[in-house]
């Protein structure tokens, strides 16, 4: 059975740093497509950044060139996949999910999709920027 456990969330500050991880367990297969959701209370999950195993990547305009999704590596049959956050804004708090599916996605030709698109959900870490 897949897992996925996000970690690394937190309050932080305006301009401030923060990586989240992601860690995908029972993980077999060849290939597969990971991304990174945000979600504000009451609101749906949107979509913030997408790595396909091939290392493509995809991001929303709103975190170009502040945010980075890579993968760690895997042993076995686990995944870790990192959001590297950098200079961080109020607008960046929300509740960061981490989901994953089978098979690529072909982000090299095709944005990164929304979340019905994705199988494996983690529960979440929360990410508070305050001022």
């Known amino acids: 059975q897949v897992q996925v456990v996000e970690s690394g969330g937190g309050m932080v500050q305006i301009g401030d740093s923060l990586t989240p991880t992601c860690v995908v367990t029972?993980?077999?297969?060849?290939?597969?497509?990971a991304g990174w959701f945000r979600q504000h209370i009451g609101g749906d999950r949107a979509r913030v950044a997408g790595f396909d195993s091939d290392g493509s990547t995809d991001y929303v305009n709103a975190v170009k060139g502040r945010f980075t999704i890579s993968s760690q590596g895997k042993r076995d049959r686990t995944l870790t996949l990192t959001l590297s956050m950098s200079n961080v804004k109020p607008e960046d708090t929300g509740l960061y999910f981490c989901?994953?599916?089978?098979?690529?996605?072909?982000?090299?030709?095709?944005?990164?999709?929304?979340?019905?698109?994705?199988?494996?959900w983690g529960q979440g870490t929360q990410v508070t920027v305050s001022s």
């Open positions: 029972e993980y077999h297969w060849l290939s597969y497509s």
């Open positions: 989901a994953i599916k089978r098979g690529e996605w072909g982000l090299r030709l095709h944005p990164m999709p929304d979340s019905s698109a994705f199988t494996w």
